[in-house]
């Protein structure tokens, strides 16, 4: 190994090749089986903000990422043609308003034929003249329908690439660690923040910086909420001042490495031993959920699970009064738990192919009474996925339940004196195997203390 390269380099040199093999295998079954001869990915475009000349921030689209690791180059494209080397037609233009795609460097270059061009519509002269038999996977734009080609996002050969896209390659666990090494850092840093007295805002700076990311490189907006603001699930605000009392944070945030996101969640209690003791229960509650994580388990069946460990939570927190049969089956543990266990993971954040029964056709439901639920198929090795369980006060839930026959159940002292933390969220990512799973934000938690 060069004296330069780094461990995490050579890492991603000597899987990226295999990786590659294995999304050309996919691409070329599903050309064949859905009737095409070729495929031509689109990197995405710039999209203008209505009535300005500036556009909004670009992020490549993720069928074209699964191919090559470039997320500054809108309207690129990967062409592929089973047997023959992928070919990358990368979007430089010339330009002294901005800065133009960079030209690639880096362990996966010479695995493709890279053509630059300096506008979109000379891509056109860098693909092979004949596309009748192609498909196209990108947003379509004023040009396009001109280029010739077979179909554009045909549905049949979408699903069978996103299908594939749920078991990870050894180069995408790789790029998904990293993302959790950088994503823990700025969760400790956050943390430190928090205790510091830190605003919203302030915590989110921390949290950039120790991650080394702008705001527009995250794989989502970071959910920064302290006290209340923990019960709003998708929290999307950053005060610029904290609040008189601070009792709590709930921080939700992530980050990137080749493309591939972190999804990473922490609640905090400042002062209040109560609320730090319920906190350490759903840790330990997560902790269980992913023991019994492994290939062939049915998320459903994580899910319904889930929400018995809930219900013990919450009676032993005397938060409710029933049992935990009864708690669940009136519905009373979704007043504290409203949303799904977890999702697939990967080049998108709320990965596709959740519901997917085969790549031929036909979707898995939910189970009755959890519409949020985001993953209903069996677990396959390679597969990564999010475990989040929480407990939260959520007012409109809690208005709902105040007016049915779950009324009885709830301790609606004890509810009114948890309330003001808003909530509480433990989330790991998870990378199954066939005896369990790889924990990879616990590792990286663990080997950056």
């Known amino acids: 190994m060069p004296e330069a390269e780094s461990p995490r380099t050579h890492e991603l040199a000597s899987t990226f090749g295999p990786h590659l093999a294995t999304v050309e295998k996919r691409a070329a079954t599903a050309l064949a089986a859905s009737g095409f001869s070729g495929l031509l990915v689109h990197s995405g475009a710039l999209l203008d903000v209505f009535q300005d ?10 069928p074209f990422k699964v191919w090559a690791p470039v997320d500054d180059a ?4 990967v062409w592929f043609s089973p047997g023959a080397r992928p070919r990358l037609v990368l979007n430089q233009p010339r330009d002294y308003w901005y800065k133009s795609a960079r030209t690639p460097v880096g362990y996966w270059v010479d695995h493709f034929d890279i053509r630059p061009v300096p506008e979109r519509a000379a891509a056109r002269a860098e693909l092979p003249g004949d596309l009748t038999g192609a498909a196209y996977i990108g947003e379509p ?23 594939a896209r749920a078991a990870k390659t050894a180069y995408e666990l790789a790029c998904l660690r990293e993302a959790s090494r950088v994503g823990t850092a700025g969760h400790r840093a956050a943390a430190h923040a928090f205790r510091a007295g830190a605003s919203e805002f302030e915590i989110e ?34 005060g610029k001042r904290p609040p008189p009392e601070v009792y709590s944070l709930l921080i939700d945030a992530g980050a990137q490495s080749g493309g591939y996101a972190s999804d990473i969640t922490r609640t905090y209690s ?13 840790d330990q509650m997560q902790l269980a959920l992913c023991a019994g994580i492994r290939a062939g388990v049915d998320w459903r069946d994580v899910q319904l699970r889930a929400h018995a460990l809930t219900a013990g939570v919450l009676r032993d927190a005397d938060i409710i009064s029933c049992g935990v049969e009864e708690a669940v089956a009136s519905g009373t543990t979704r007043v504290f738990l409203p949303h799904g266990i977890g999702h697939l993971l990967g080049l998108e954040v709320h990965d596709v192919g959740g519901f997917m029964r085969s790549p031929e056709g036909g979707d898995i439901p939910r189970p009755d009474g959890h519409p949020y639920l985001r993953l ?14 929480g407990i939260y006060f959520i007012d409109q839930l ?30 790991d990512d998870l990378a199954v195997t066939r005896v369990g799973c790889e924990n990879l934000t616990r590792d990286a938690f663990a080997a950056n203390p």
């Open 53 to 62: 000349d500036r556009t909004y921030p670009f992020q490549a689209n993720a």
């Open 74 to 77: 809108p309207d690129s494209f």
């Open 141 to 163: 734009f004023a040009e396009l329908a001109a280029w010739g080609l077979k179909a554009m996002n045909p549905s049949g050969l979408v699903r069978r690439l996103d299908y």
């Open 205 to 238: 700076l921390a949290f950039l910086e120790a991650c080394g990311l702008r705001e527009q490189e995250l794989p989502y907006n970071p959910i920064i909420a302290l006290n209340e603001a923990g019960a709003v699930l998708h929290y999307q605000l950053l």
């Open 270 to 282: 400042l002062e209040d031993a109560d609320f730090a003791a319920l906190i350490e229960r759903v």
């Open 376 to 389: 209903t198929r069996v677990l396959e090795e390679g597969f990564v996925v999010t475990m989040e369980p």
């Open 398 to 427: 809690l208005e709902e339940a105040r007016a049915d026959k779950r009324a009885a159940h709830i301790n609606w002292s004890r509810v009114g004196a948890l309330s003001k933390f808003g909530g509480i969220r433990i989330e």
